[in-house]
């Protein structure tokens, strides 16, 4: 096949033909392939001149250590059912990413369920992702509203609000302009309310939309929850309770809740569900250009030998890690380092997503102890979450 399998850029026509195939291959429409095509790069793979895979690539830049990073975002990728087998998905991913690699992509991201496979082309997932349900019953007993006033429809300072928190943790889009249109298309009995305190600025930003449930009839979708603080949370968490006369089940959607100990807060946590979903991956394009766009800690002082292999052990490449006085530089050096780490593992401590020694050890990052409990600190200020699903 790779003599006759050419991977280009796909015209109108090939992206329709690629638009029938991914209906065939996830065996349901995929509207985002029509949604974010404008907004996205279309590569399709060829074989005799027939699209036989595809995928998005968006150019979108992550939030890591409170800067926003240069990112790429695969979105709708597959391979027709009889093409698989070939290695095909790996090789359109690489083709995928080079034209946002030369537009300035130092990091990647996508959704996937074939972990195994992403996670030997050096992807690596830096957090669980669950969605949860909870009755609005038990939010309606669990939380009050410590007088908060609500209005529908975001606004300038909502919109700065929900940016201001976004860089807050690791992963997270600076959501581009297109995206509130892209969501509306998604969803559209989408509704958007903001909270705040008499005379305050906006504190909270929630997004709900009516939904089937197979056994209730309807539930409530909760798809961005964004609180500046505790209070504002107990707000938002009380009006989804306000819900319990018509709707009795919330479903927090799989990006629609940051990690927080929702949980502790009810007065009956048998009443909370979680369901476990595939996670989102990681990527390190560019080490060096990685390293030097994320934001760090002032107070971290960090001068540190490191090894980064390949997934295989076949490939070693040795730096000096330095960051001081909120920069951070990954030079090339010939000592042996004291840490080793995989392309995944790096990714995964890049996003903070290693919360303890211990945990770093059990995935599998190599050496000094010391050396692995100082270089967690660098990036423990920040936990990894994408509210966003693509």
Not at 363 to 374: E, F, H
Request: charged share 20%; with cysteine.
């Amino acid at each position: 096949m790779a003599a006759q399998l050419a991977i280009v850029e796909a015209d109108d026509e090939q992206w329709r033909e690629y638009q029938a195939l991914a209906r065939r291959a996830y065996g349901h429409p995929v509207d985002d392939i029509a949604y974010l095509s404008e907004h996205a790069d279309r590569r399709v793979a060829l074989h005799g001149g027939k699209v036989i895979a595809g995928g998005l690539g968006m150019l979108v830049k992550q939030f890591f250590g409170g800067q926003p990073v240069p990112g790429a975002s695969m979105a709708c990728g597959c391979v027709a059912p009889e093409e698989r087998g070939d290695q095909l998905a790996g090789r359109l991913i690489g083709e995928r990413l080079r034209p946002l690699q030369e537009q300035g992509a130092v990091v990647a991201t996508l959704w996937t369920t074939s972990t195994g496979y992403v996670r030997r082309l050096g992807w690596e997932a830096p957090a669980q992702v669950y969605s949860w349900a909870v009755s609005t019953d038990e939010l309606s007993r669990s939380f009050r509203s410590p007088g908060y006033e609500v209005g529908v429809g975001m606004t300038e300072q909502a919109y700065q609000l929900q940016e201001d928190l976004a860089s807050q943790w690791n992963g997270t889009w600076q959501r581009p302009g297109w995206w509130n249109t892209w969501q509306q298309r998604q969803h559209p009995d989408l509704t958007t309310y903001r909270f705040n305190r008499p005379g305050r600025e906006t504190a909270g930003v929630l997004s709900v939309a009516g939904e089937r449930h197979p056994v209730e009839g309807r539930q409530l979708g909760v798809y961005d929850f964004w609180a500046a603080d505790s209070q504002a949370a107990a707000a938002m968490f009380a009006f989804l309770g306000r819900y319990n006369s018509r709707i009795p089940t919330v479903a927090f959607q799989r990006t629609g809740l940051p990690p927080s100990p929702l949980q502790h807060h009810l007065h009956r946590s048998a009443s909370l569900t979680a369901r476990t979903w595939h996670p989102w991956m990681l990527r390190i394009l560019d080490l060096r250009q990685a390293i030097q766009l994320r934001g760090w800690p002032d107070e971290v002082d960090l001068t540190l030998p490191i090894e980064v292999v390949t997934e295989d052990d076949q490939a070693t490449d040795r730096f000096t890690l330095r960051i001081a006085g909120g920069k951070g530089e990954l030079s090339a050096a010939t000592s042996e380092g004291r840490l080793t780490l995989t392309r995944g593992q790096f990714a995964v401590w890049y996003a903070g997503g290693y919360r303890s020694v211990a945990a770093a050890e059990l995935s599998g990052v190599r050496g000094d102890r010391a050396a692995l409990t100082r270089l967690l600190m660098a990036t423990a200020d920040r936990e990894p979450w994408l509210a966003d699903y693509f």
